[in-house]
C-alpha cells in the first residue's frame, strides 16, 4: 500500500508490511531470520524501499543496519532515534522486532506526506541483531550503534564454524568499519522503541498499550560438565560419571533459585548431551543458562547461588565443571522525563497509562550507553512472543503508531 499525500497512519499496512517480512525465513513455514543471513539481506533492502518511500535517506551500516534518516528543516540536527530489530529467534513470531520498526517508519511516512520537518531528525533502526541466535552473543547492532561493540566478538563462530568477520565480509560488509558506525552522545537526542510486550499483563487489564518503566537485566552462562562415556549397558551405576545426570540435576538447581523469589526468572534454554547416542553413557554435557531480575543485586545473588550449585553437583557427581560468563547486562532504566512524555501521548489518545517494566530485553539496553531511552509496549494475544503464535490486533497496532506519533510530534 503506497503512501498517498496527507494519508492518515494505516495499521493495515503496519501489519501487510509485519506479514511481508516474514516471508523472508530460513525455515518454510514458520519464520527463522537470523543476523546476516540471505534471508536478513532481504528483509532488510525491503525495510530501506520502506524507509525511502517515506522519505527518509535509507543504507545499511557497517554491521547491517537498516538505518533510515529523516532530516530536520535545518539538514545534520541532532536526532531522535526510533527502532528495534529484524532478525528473529527460532520459529518466532512475526511482531517481536518488526513491529517497532514498521511502526516508527509509518509515522516517518505520515510526517512526510504532510510535509512536517521537526526541529530535530528522526532516524529509524531495523537492527541486524538483538537475539544473538547466530553467534550467541546479543545486541550485536544496536551495541555498534551506542560503541560498545567488543571487536572480540568478530571471532566468534556460528554453529557451521563460520566467524562473524567471515561472514560481516560475505554480506559485502567490512568488519574494521563497525567502529565508525558510533553515534556520539551529541548526536542523538533520546532513544525510543515501540515493542510487542511479549508478556500477559496488558491483556489482563484490557489495555492496548503500556509505558515501559525500565528493562530487566539479564546473565548468561554456558556450563560443560565432563564425566566418563562409558557403555550404557555394562558400567553398573554406582560407578558412572554420567555428564548428561549431572547436567539435569544442574536444570532443577536453576529452576529452584529462579522460584526462590518473585522477581527472579531463570532458563535452561539449550542442553547438549555428547556422544549423544542411546547406549552410551554421556561424557560430556553442556547447557545455558540465563537468568534475568530487575535488580542488579538479586541477578547477581541468584548467578552466584547458581554457580555453587553446580559446583556442589560436580563435586557430588565428580564431574569437571567449566562455567562460561557469556554476557551480562545490568538494569536499563528509562528516562523520568520520557515515561511521562510517552504517558502523555498514551492519554492523549484516550487510554488509560499503565507503567510496567520490561522482562526480555531490547536494543534500548545498548543505546542506554550514549542516550535517555524509553519504550512503549503493545499488547499481543496470550502474552505469547517467541513464538509462531504471536500476534496482535489491528486496532493495537493502531493504537501503537498513534501513541508513537504523538510522542515523536510532541517531543521538543
Ligand atoms: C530478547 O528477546 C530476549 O529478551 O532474550
Ligand atoms: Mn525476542
Ligand atoms: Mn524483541
Redesign the pocket.
Known amino acids: 500500500m503506497p503512501y498517498i499525500i496527507g494519508r492518515m497512519l494505516s495499521a493495515e499496512r503496519i501489519l501487510e508490511r509485519c506479514e511481508s517480512l516474514a516471508q523472508h525465513s530460513e525455515l518454510p513455514g514458520g519464520l527463522t531470520r537470523v543476523f546476516l543471513s540471505p534471508q536478513a539481506r532481504a528483509a532488510g533492502d525491503k525495510v530501506l524501499a520502506w524507509m525511502r518511500e517515506a522519505g527518509m535517506q535509507a543504507k545499511l551500516d557497517a554491521i547491517g543496519n537498516a538505518v533510515g534518516r529523516y532530516e530536520a528543516a535545518r539538514p545534520g540536527l541532532p536526532c531522535l532515534m526510533l527502532g528495534s530489530h529484524l532478525d528473529t529467534v527460532r520459529d518466532a513470531g512475526k511482531y517481536?522486532g518488526m513491529l517497532g520498526v514498521i511502526a516508527a517508519i509509518e509515522c516517518v511516512g505520515f510526517l512526510n506526506s504532510k510535509n512536517k520537518r521537526l526541529p530535530f531528525a528522526i532516524e529509524v533502526i531495523g537492527f541486524g541483531d538483538?537475539?544473538g541466535v547466530r553467534f550467541g552473543t546479543?545486541l550485536l547492532g544496536s551495541r555498534a550503534v551506542a560503541g560498545t561493540f567488543d571487536m572480540d566478538v568478530l571471532e566468534a563462530k556460528d554453529p557451521q564454524g563460520k566467524t562473524m568477520a567471515d561472514a560481516l565480509r560475505e554480506f559485502g560488509l567490512d568488519p574494521q568499519a563497525i567502529p565508525r558506525i558510533a553515534r556520539k552522545r551529541s548526536d542523538v537526542l533520546a532513544y525510543a522503541e515501540l515493542h510487542i510486550e511479549q508478556g500477559p499483563v496488558l491483556e489482563a487489564e484490557g489495555l492496548p498499550v503500556g509505558v515501559v518503566t525500565a528493562i530487566n537485566g539479564f546473565s548468561r552462562l554456558r556450563v560443560t560438565l565432563r564425566g566418563a562415556a562409558g557403555h550404557a549397558g555394562t558400567v553398573p551405576m554406582s560407578l558412572r560419571r554420567d555428564a548428561l545426570a549431572g547436567a539435569a540435576e544442574c536444570a532443577l538447581a536453576v529452576e529452584r533459585v529462579a522460584r526462590s523469589h518473585p522477581e527472579l526468572v531463570g532458563t535452561v534454554g539449550r542442553f547438549e548431551a555428547r556422544p549423544g547416542a542411546i547406549n552410551v553413557i554421556p561424557g560430556e554435557a553442556t547447557f545455558t543458562v540465563d537468568v534475568r531480575a530487575p535488580q542488579d543485586s538479586l541477578r547477581e545473588h541468584a548467578v552466584a547461588q547458581i554457580r555453587s550449585e553446580i559446583e556442589n553437583v560436580s563435586r557430588n557427581r565428580q564431574l569437571a565443571s567449566e562455567i562460561e560468563s557469556l554476557q551480562h547486562f545490568g538494569v536499563t532504566t528509562c528516562a523520568p522525563r520520557l515515561i511521562e512524555r510517552m504517558e502523555r501521548a498514551v492519554a492523549s489518545q484516550g487510554f488509560r497509562v499503565r507503567r510496567l517494566p520490561s522482562g526480555?530485553?531490547h536494543d534500548g539496553m545498548a543505546l542506554g550507553a550514549i542516550t535517555e531511552i524509553c519504550m512503549l509496549f503493545v499488547r499481543c494475544k496470550g502474552g505469547i512472543s517467541?513464538s509462531p503464535l504471536e500476534s496482535i490486533t489491528r486496532e493495537d497496532a493502531d493504537a501503537g503508531a498513534k501513541v508513537l506519533l504523538e510522542f515523536i510530534q510532541s517531543y521538543s
Open positions: 517481536d538483538e537475539e546479543t526480555a530485553g517467541h
